[in-house]
Each structure stands twice: as structure tokens, then as C-alpha cells.
């Protein structure tokens, strides 16, 4: 059973910082290309970063300098490191994973609510 389990998200500031965690399971985490997506209300699901198996990262233009997207294979855990945070930004933050198979798979979403 494939899981991708979200963390880390809540209520933060404008300025402040998050990390994001992602668990997953049931995959060869490995050979899957990650990705953050988030989706606003009203707004369609866009692509915050991805990282490739080989860790190459791209990221959406108004997060780049911002977001930081990291993966550690040891652990099956891909991260989202958030800073300067604008309420912009407020979402429903959702991990992705796809590969080569053409497997894909979602975690169920965690809020991000940046706010004074």
C-alpha cells in the first residue's frame, strides 16, 4: 500500500518559515521524481519544486529563492523548507511522486495558512 504522508504545515506570519515533511511508503522512493504542489481556494493545483532522482530541483517562479527542496532516500522522505513566507502563499501543500513507470501517486494535502 502506497502512502505519502504530509507534515509540518499550519499557521505562520508573513516572513516567517515552515518546513514541510513528506513521508512515503510502499514505493522504491529511489526512482521517483518528487514534487510540492499546492492548490488555493478558487485556484488550480500548480507545482511549487520538484526534485529528480538525481536531485535536480526547479521550482515555481515566485518561490524560487524563497523554498528550498530537499530529498533524503535513507529515510523515504522528501522536505519543503519555506521561508519569507507571503499570505500569498496560502494553500493546501500536496507531495507527488512519479516515475519512470508511470506511476503516480498523492498525499492527502497539508494546510499552510500565512496570516498576521
Known amino acids: 500500500q502506497v502512502q505519502l504522508v504530509e507534515s509540518g504545515g499550519g499557521l505562520v506570519q508573513p516572513g516567517g518559515s515552515l518546513r514541510l515533511s513528506c513521508a512515503a511508503s510502499?514505493?522504491?522512493?529511489?526512482?521517483?521524481?518528487m514534487g510540492w504542489y499546492r492548490q488555493a481556494p478558487g485556484k488550480e493545483r500548480e507545482l511549487v519544486a520538484r526534485i529528480t532522482t538525481i536531485a535536480s530541483t526547479h521550482y515555481l517562479d515566485s518561490v524560487e529563492g524563497r523554498f528550498i527542496i530537499s530529498r533524503d532516500n535513507a529515510k523515504k522522505t522528501v522536505y519543503l523548507q519555506m521561508n519569507s513566507l507571503k499570505p500569498e502563499d496560502t494553500a493546501v501543500y500536496y507531495c507527488?511522486?512519479?516515475?519512470?513507470?508511470?506511476?503516480?501517486?498523492w498525499g492527502q494535502g497539508t494546510q499552510v495558512t500565512v496570516s498576521s
Open positions: 507527488n511522486s512519479h516515475n519512470y513507470r508511470g506511476e503516480e501517486y
Open positions: 510502499g514505493i522504491i522512493f529511489s526512482i521517483n521524481d
